[in-house]
């Protein structure tokens, strides 16, 4: 399955760090400047314009920083929560799943076949998978859907997902 590059990238945060940094490196040269400027002893009104405006512009280049750090680290914390998520939803899925077979009563030989069944391959590549003829994974197959009470994939894949929903008691007959 590819992945989203948009949400693979480990180099975004690093490219969002690095323009940051980049920003506080500009942001000390303009609070420097800023500072030497409001040193001089005499100032027109024109200069002292000038002094503020920089000083806003600087004020509001610090603001964006900080505004920027704090949501770069709620981000972080956010993908790390969901992807925690993820992973105990993953394995929630795979405990149902694996209950599901368990109740069926399926061989070893056939779990491996529904696995590779509930994760989309096709006949010919469980059986590359598994080393075995064609014949010998639509022999698990029928195995598997006489012990699920299902009649195909489609309806395999219904039933343990109705299971995952909560629609359907786990260890039941499929419809």
Not at 82 to 107: H, K, P
Request: proline share 2%; net charge negative; glycine share 6%.
């Amino acid at each position: 399955m590819a992945r989203s590059k948009r949400t693979d990238s480990p180099k975004l945060p690093l490219v969002l760090i690095a323009l940051i940094a980049v920003q506080v490196f500009c942001a000390a040269v303009f609070l420097g400047d800023l500072l030497a400027d409001s040193q001089i002893p005499e100032m027109s009104a024109s200069d002292r314009l000038d002094l503020y405006i920089e000083a806003a512009a600087s004020l509001g280049l610090v603001a964006g920083i900080v505004f920027e750090v704090r949501y770069l680290l709620d981000l972080l914390r956010r993908k790390t929560h969901l992807e925690d998520s993820l992973r105990a939803a993953n394995a929630a899925v795979f405990d149902v799943i694996a209950a599901e077979f368990d109740s069926w009563s399926l061989t070893p030989s056939e779990r491996d076949v529904a696995t590779f069944l509930v994760k989309g391959m096709s006949i010919a590549e469980i059986a590359a998978l598994r080393g075995n003829a064609e014949g010998t994974v639509k022999a698990h197959l029928n195995a598997i859907y006489r012990k699920s009470g299902t009649r195909n994939r489609a309806e395999m894949l219904s039933h343990l997902i109705d299971v995952m929903m909560g629609t359907r008691e786990q260890g039941g007959e499929a419809a």
